[in-house]
Nanobody, 123 residues
């Protein structure tokens, strides 16, 4: 599975942004997908995950109510719609794929990773 994340940029606090992740695998519709982020000097942290069908999602408490993860299996895409962005959301955002099923929130539970896209939120 090859993953390509895009959509990052520089925005002001309160703005929104949509990240996209394109997948190459024929089996995309059977894998869970997740978004993680990593700020300088910190460990990569879980943001959101969605199961293969798109009907089950989990969010980190820090983004709940502001971010929405979704997927389009026909297009092999997963999205992260971010609203009400805060400076503390600044990080490199990574999409990842988990072949072991949905509900995964730990980095080691994901088998494939994209290259990351930078999101910078200015105050």
């Amino acid at each position: 599975v090859q993953l390509q994340a895009s959509g990052g940029g520089l925005v002001q606090a309160g703005d929104g942004l949509r990240l996209s992740c394109a997948a190459s695998a024929r089996t995309f519709s059977s894998v869970a997908m997740g978004w993680f982020r990593q700020a300088p000097g910190t460990e990569r942290e879980f943001v959101a995950t969605i199961n293969w069908s798109g009907y089950s999602t989990i969010y980190a408490d820090s983004v709940k109510g502001r971010f929405t993860i979704s997927r389009d299996n026909a297009k092999k895409m997963v999205y992260l719609q971010m609203t009400s962005l805060k400076p503390e959301d600044t990080a490199v955002y990574y999409c990842a794929a988990a072949t072991s099923g949905g509900g995964r929130t730990r980095t080691y539970e994901y088998d494939y990773w994209g290259q990351g896209t930078q999101v910078t939120v200015s105050s």
